[in-house]
């Protein structure tokens, strides 16, 4: 996300912010992916240790795991992993290009948006409940992690169509 001054201030430090997002947003991943590292293998070894695991690890593993790939979703979104066909897509005039860029940005902006508010609302309706086998654990936690990482692609997208013009200026 390497943006020039040519978007303005407003553009550069959205950027900046965009950046601080991604760094708390691998290091959140890289905390998690130890954590179920450790979780599990020690879930493992009390299994064949003690012939007894610990209860309440595949729930945890699960909950980390819906976080895994939502947020990695958002990171990979934001470092451009997501699939494309560039074949198509290279040999297409400029004019084009900006066109389905445009579109594509407005479409994943307004389903992130439908999904950051929906998802809003329905962890705020699911934090009553509790997980069944982790009583103190409200189930809004886990769904907090769709509003999460579809605000982190909303505001990459935003982003990038703020920078839209600018982009292709430097064709």
């Known amino acids: 996300m390497e943006y020039e001054k040519k978007d303005g201030l407003i553009g550069v430090k959205f950027a900046l912010i965009l950046e601080k997002i991604k760094t708390i947003s ?9 954590g179920l590292t450790l979780l599990l293998g020690a879930s493992i070894a009390m299994r064949f240790i003690l012939g007894q695991p610990i209860s309440w690890s595949n729930a945890i593993a699960r909950y980390v795991y819906i976080y895994i790939v939502l947020i990695g979703s958002a ?5 451009d992993g997501h699939a494309t066909i560039e074949s198509f897509y290279n040999i297409m005039p400029r004019r084009l290009k900006i066109a389905f860029d445009l579109a594509h940005y407005l479409i994943v902006m307004g389903v992130s948006a439908i ?15 509790h997980s069944p086998v982790l009583t103190f654990f409200p189930m809004g ?3 907090l992690a769709v509003p999460i990482s579809f ?3 909303l505001l990459y997208l935003l982003r ?4 839209l013009p600018s982009e ?3 064709e």
């Open 115 to 129: 999904l950051v508010v929906k998802g809003a609302k329905y962890t705020i309706s699911m934090w009553g409940v």
């Open 141 to 143: 936690v886990v769904y």
């Open 151 to 153: 605000m982190i692609i």
């Open 26 to 34: 691998n290091a959140f991943m890289t905390i998690l992916l130890i």
């Open 160 to 163: 990038k169509t703020i920078g």
């Open 168 to 170: 292709y200026r430097r």
């Open 75 to 79: 990171i990979s979104y934001m470092l």
